[in-house]
């Protein structure tokens, strides 16, 4: 049995609900991991055959959700740096469906733009650049639900003066 997104919103919402501060979960080889202290940084792969792991502890401020899972490979192009989700939810190009997208293919963006937003539970994350450049791919279309680290956009930097 597959975990559907509405799973994984329920598990947000009683995990934000929890007195636990982290949570592992893993059925397959799908992956999520939930921290309310913060930046939970990728670990090495575990093995498919592993068993979920229970409940560990869990505070409120930043919850994020890791969720490793295969993508489809991103076609290695000279120079491209992705711009990856920084969390599980659900894309949305534009601050409402009536506005237009915060970036199109060959939009230019500084240090710190946001590109786009990701929604979980009402709640709304910018997605922002690192570096400055422009856009040449968009790998996500709007109203799509994305992963942890699941590339969305692929920036060509601005070179250096």
């Known amino acids: 049995m597959e975990l559907t997104e509405e799973d994984v919103l329920e598990i947000l919402k009683l995990f934000e609900q929890s007195k636990f501060d982290f949570l592992e979960l893993?059925?397959?080889?799908?992956?999520?991991?939930v921290s309310k202290a913060g930046h939970?940084?990728?670990?090495?792969?575990?093995?498919?055959?592993?068993?979920?792991a229970a409940p560990a502890a869990l505070p409120g401020a930043a919850m994020e959700l890791r969720s490793q899972q295969h993508h489809?490979?991103?076609?290695?192009?000279?120079?491209?740096?992705p711009i990856l989700a920084p969390m599980v939810g659900k894309f949305y190009a534009a601050p409402s469906p009536s506005d237009p997208p915060y970036v199109v293919v060959g939009s230019a963006v500084e240090a710190g733009s946001t590109v786009g937003l990701i929604e979980v539970m009402k709640v709304f994350t910018s997605i922002k650049t690192e570096t400055c450049g422009t856009i040449e791919r968009i790998l996500v279309s709007n109203g799509q639900f994305v992963e942890f680290g699941q590339p969305l956009f692929l920036l060509r930097p601005k070179a250096a003066p």
């Not at 893993?26 to 991991?33: H, N």
């Not at 939970?40 to 979920?52: E, I, Q």
């Open 26 to 33: 893993q059925q397959g080889e799908r992956k999520i991991t």
């Open 40 to 52: 939970v940084r990728a670990t090495a792969p575990t093995p498919a055959a592993a068993v979920p």
């Open 72 to 81: 489809d490979p991103i076609p290695a192009e000279s120079g491209l740096v």
